[in-house]
């Protein structure tokens, strides 16, 4: 695939520049400033930025251009506005260029404050850089400086505007490229002031990328701040975000055993260079007070000491006494690709579940199918035009069906906004404006977006700029969906006659409008529907690449049915007709589950009928249960009790607490991902390594390490004994498992690369509180597949292919990252998971006993809710932080949500006399929730949306009556404005005393833990 956007990779045919008198090539399609970094040379910049293009805002990135070479005085221009043409001439160390680089510095510097030594972006801060750079050395400025107010905005982002240098780039990130609408700049002249009108959080769902887009430290992680260290002290990791299914690339650091942070670890084919703030602020869940910390169930038999250690032996006989029991294994969508295989292989496929229920299963079923056929695009692939051999293409319509992405893949909906801006970006090229010229395209194009339709159960954030946005229940929205596959067949659309250009801002009443002398469609459906249904038919004849994106979050079935039949009249359309799906997955695993999903495995129910069917045959409970990293939140109460009374001995693996860890016999502490190794396998079937930050304190130890002590000592597999997850991986690819046998491959170009910087402060200094005996560190053990040194010595980290962490010399901020790229937005000089990418889903599905599962589907996992259509359906519209169950443990995000709210249509409220703040019971299985009303005029009669926090995101798309909502007693009120509150109380308490956890823990952990550690016997979990 080859791109030529600002944003993508480019094209080969390169020219020749010369730089200095030396010849370069660079790529015709960015601009010159993105060819002379390309080229690894050194040129100051602050305002450009690889994937927002130029504004020239700065005047920091001036070069002499000559007009031949014979031309000794040339001009300046600023390279980032400049376009390269073959044979140009340009100087970048002749005396104009450098002073002038020189005197804007030292002009934007005037105002600065000079505060690195109690800043927190010291050490990792472009401007920094870019002073040394152009040999500004010295302060001659003596005046007074201009100074601003810094303003609250929010638990994340913190704001310190004296160190601003007004290169513009915040608000270009988060208004323009974002789309937030909070953020704005205000002022003139020399007080120009980025920020918001008033104090407040900020909305947008990507905030946390202005800490690494702002050059200076404008812009603060309040987390790392509050928990503080230099960027040289941390020990780094390459991960991949747990949060969604799309699996940003991200690096973790970690000082004194907690995380302190997440940047972004650029891929270019995934996340560029930005996450979204769930994956950002999220991994503070691994510091959480729910964390598990000792064992559970057994420590009083076995007298497990405290923490810090384990003991096998006594582990071992306190699991003798279970030795026997039948288990079955329940695996899940959260835990790594190497447990759930692992977890698969020790109980037999007949013993082993995914711990879906039966509706799951079939919707599991259904996204295999989709995936197998419709091979889905990289962000990268969706954003940029591809170019199929001669033919240069982009997706010219978007239809976003039953999946609010803003909620369940945050990533992917930013980059559906900059594939919005095809049509602006080629309207600018009919007259020859460059994509990079952003500026120029913004004014030139306007708002013209490409089309874009939405058919969804809520609204989302894209309603407003869609050509058409209906709200719909979900049995509607699939019916839409079945009309919509029949009027393509039927080549209705051959017919209309309404012409479908690029427009902004067209609502379905402007749709409507143009379709106004259509009939309608189906008696099944109102007008608006059917005018809504004509007009997208329409833009779908109508383009040539079109992108669907759905995904499993409304739990039907059904719903991916019709998809996979819209998108196969799609296909057969023509072959200069290139529909691609997306289909975004429910957790960070659940694509690399569906390896181990065949007939053969157990839905919860099938897990609750075994258990209490033995248990009525025997007398006694039989089947003991044995839980990977799963809550089973989905479940009734009634199921969860259920489980627990016909079940014998409950063993859970989990990291933080949950209704299962309460109710277990016994729980055994996990790492969270941040000290773990393994893969994940995101939406598209990407097997993607993360690894460990740092080794977590035991008794706390790898999920696949607990599972080997079990393999040993419970359930007698001695064929599995690994002591390491390289062994582990060995022992698939042996049994010729691909996917183990590519990570093989993989590991073994690695090399011993160290996770800190060479600047780092030393052990030696880093411990002195404590003692200046130079301490062990962590040995290299075969635990270690990468090769990632627990140390500053090593290979260079950035010539590794998962680099811990980015730096290069003179670039010491994150904008180093273009000097591992091999062009300014190409991929890294050493591929990084790529390596291990898109393992084909037919390869990777290990059975293939499912021919005729769709006439057995029924029997296999009957689900009669599918077919019961009720008169209201609940749907969780949870704020995008809390939308991953990992994250409600974390205080920062449970002071952003607002409170519980319950949301009904205009109609629904007024039958039922409900009006705006009334609280109202809703009533789930035995679960009593409570919230505030919310009235919403565009909202479906059918749908309840609710935000409860008590109400986890497993459950959606679930059939109530009107019977299930009351309104509340005053009591309950009183209740719940106290519950409310109370949630925010503790964590406000939490917060705090988190820090005062992990700042005690600095002085004590290092030294301990690293002297525990060098006693270990080999253990290679140590
Ligand atoms: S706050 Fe940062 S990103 Fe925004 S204009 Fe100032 S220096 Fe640039
Ligand atoms: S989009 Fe998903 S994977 Fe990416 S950073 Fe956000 S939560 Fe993590
Ligand atoms: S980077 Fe070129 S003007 Fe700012």
Known sequence: MMSDDVTGKMKSNKITVYIDDVPYLVSPENNLLAGVLSNKLKLPYFCWHPSMGSVGACRQCAVTQYMDENDTRGRLVMSCMTPVVDGMRIG??????????????????????????????????????????????????????????????????????????????????????????????????????FGRQKDGVLESAFSGNLVEVCPTGVFTNKLFSAHYTRKWDLQSAPSVCAHCSIGCNTSIGERYGSVRRVMNRYNHELNGYFLCDRGR???????????????KGVNNKVGEPSLGTFNEKSFAKAMSEHSGESFIGIGSARASFEANRLMKHLVGKENFSLGYTNQEMQLALRHKQLLAQYPQQSLSGMEHRVHQGSEAKEHDLVVLIGENIAQTAPRLALTIKQLL???????????????????????????????MFSIQAQQSEFDQQANGALILSVQKIITCVEHLTQMLHAEFISHIVVPLKAQQGNTVESANQKCSSQESVSKELSDQESKFLLLLANALSQAKMPLIVTGLSLKSPLLLNAIDNLMACLSQKSHCYSPELTV????????????????????????????????????????????????????????????????????VLDHTDNQLTKMADIVLPVSAVSESNGHFVNYQGRLQRFSSAHIAVKPIMENWYWLGLLAKHLLTHPEVSFASLTQLQSFFAKHGEPWALQVMTCQQQNSNVARETHRASGRTAMTANQSVHESKTFLENSNNPEGLRFSMEGDDANSSHNMPYAWAPAWNSNQSIFQHQQEINGELHHKGNENLLNLSLSVFFDDTAEENIEEKLDKLWPCEVLKRDGDLTLIQNIPWFLADQQTHNLPEFILMFTGNTIELSTEFARLNH????????????????????????????????????????????????????????????????QVESNRKQIAQQEKADILIRLKKQDQTVPISFITNESKAEGNSNA
């Open 914 to 977: 409900y009006s705006t703040d009334d609280v109202l019971k809703l009533t789930i299985d035995e679960q009593q929730l409570f919230g505030r009303v919310k009235i919403n005029s565009n909202q479906s009669q059918s749908v309840v949306l609710v935000s409860l926090f008590e109400l986890p995101m497993s459950i959606n798309n679930l059939i109530i009556t009107a019977k299930n909502i009351n309104i509340a007693t005053t009591e309950e009120v009183t209740d719940f404005h």
């Open 281 to 295: 602020f999220g991994i503070g869940f691994v510091n959480s007070m729910a964390r598990i910390s000792t064992i």
């Open 584 to 651: 975004v997955a429910p957790e960070c695993n659940s694509v690399g589950n569906l390896h181990f999903f065949n007939e053969h495995s157990l839905s919860i129910e099938q897990v609750i009928n075994r258990c209490s069917t033995r248990h009525s045959e025997n007398k006694v409970p039989s089947t003991s249960l044995l839980i990977l990293e799963h809550d089973l939140a989905q479940l009734s109460h009634q199921q969860l009790q259920q489980l627990r009374q016909h079940c014998k001995t409950m063993i």
């Open 421 to 451: 801006r095809n049509a602006a970006r080629d309207k600018a090229d009919s007259i020859g404006v460059k994509h990079w010229q952003d500026s120029a395209v913004r004014t030139y194009a306007g708002n013209t977006t490409t089309p």
């Open 92 to 193: 970048l160390i002749d005396k104009a260029s450098a002073k002038f680089r020189q005197q804007v510095i030292a002009a934007m510097m005037t105002n600065h404050p000079h505060d690195c030594p109690v800043c927190a972006e010291g050490g990792e801060c472009h401007l920094q850089d870019m002073t040394v750079m152009t040999g500004h050395s010295a302060r001659q400025y003596r005046g007074g400086k201009r100074t601003f107010t810094n303003q609250y905005l929010g638990e994340l982002v913190g704001h310190e505007m004296n160190r601003c240098i007004t290169c513009y780039r915040c608000v270009r990130f988060y208004k323009d490229y974002a789309g937030g609408k909070d953020f704005d700049v205000f002022g003139s002249r020399n007080q120009v002031y």
